[in-house]
């Protein structure tokens, strides 16, 4: 139904940022509220952060509240996490996904991509 790639994590010292890629392929026109999730070593897989597909909704995880920034680019099937100042506690493989609403992130994909890792040092 749709093929998920993340990209962009990489490492980073404490305190910088890093600008996450999500690009799903899809067959036929969609408009997906989309979600980024996250999950650390020996963790469950969490919510970071969603948008509606205008755009025009947002909603974050308190614990990146006004640190990260989610946005998309429809004309790219696209989705975007820019985090800034982030910390040791952010380190985990980061996933999107197509998620119900922006204040109800239940995944709506069966699949998940591969995810891209994001280790913070400090």
């Known amino acids: 139904q749709v093929q998920l790639v993340e990209s962009g994590g990489g490492l980073v010292q404490a305190g910088g940022s890093l600008r996450l890629s999500c690009a799903a392929s899809v067959r036929t026109y969609s408009s997906y509220a989309m979600g980024w999730f996250r999950q650390a070593p020996g963790k469950e897989r969490e919510f970071v952060a969603a948008i509606s597909w205008s755009g025009g909704n947002t909603d974050y995880a308190d614990s990146v509240k006004d640190r990260f920034t989610i946005s998309r680019d429809n004309a790219k099937n696209t989705v975007y996490l820019q985090m800034n100042n982030l910390k040791a506690e952010d380190t985990a493989v980061y996933y999107c996904?197509?998620?119900?609403?922006?204040?109800?992130?239940?995944?709506?994909?069966?699949?998940w991509g591969q995810g891209t890792q994001v280790t913070v040092s400090s």
């Open positions: 996904n197509a998620v119900a609403t922006v204040h109800r992130p239940v995944r709506l994909f069966d699949s």
